[in-house]
């Protein structure tokens, strides 16, 4: 193992928590870090920590919880990352299997549960 085991927030303001995937990603991706390394940070770890059994994961019998991005593409940062260039925006997410989020159209009600 390295000496990062997991990257999770409970920030309460969404607009930092929405940019966590692409703030952690900058930074792990410029010091050699993997994409695999990035979803056991940001998904295997926390679900497992949460006692989450069917997230996390891309696996049969796990939820589809999924996020479709582009590791390459940069923006500016806001928020507490303002002036920062950030690489990777999220294109689409779906829960369960279902598309809650498309880059550039409306939010969708939100469908989730409270976990």
């Known amino acids: 193992g390295g000496l990062i085991q ?4 409970n920030h309460p303001h ?10 952690t990603w900058t930074e792990a991706g410029a ?10 940070w940001l998904c295997r770890a926390p679900a497992r920590l949460a006692g989450l059994g ?7 019998g796990f939820d589809a919880d999924l996020a479709i991005w582009n590791p390459e593409l940069e923006f500016m940062g806001e928020g507490a990352y303002a002036g920062r260039r ?7 997410t779906y829960l369960r299997g279902t598309r809650i989020y498309e880059r550039g159209a409306p939010m ?4 989730g549960q409270l976990l």
């Open 6 to 9: 997991m990257v999770a927030s």
């Open 14 to 23: 969404v607009s930092s928590l929405r940019l966590s995937l692409a703030a």
């Open 31 to 40: 010091r050699g870090y993997s994409l695999t390394q990035l979803a056991d």
């Open 54 to 60: 069917r997230k996390g994961m891309i696996e049969a």
């Open 86 to 92: 950030l690489c990777g925006v999220v294109e689409r």
């Open 108 to 111: 969708a009600t939100p469908t």
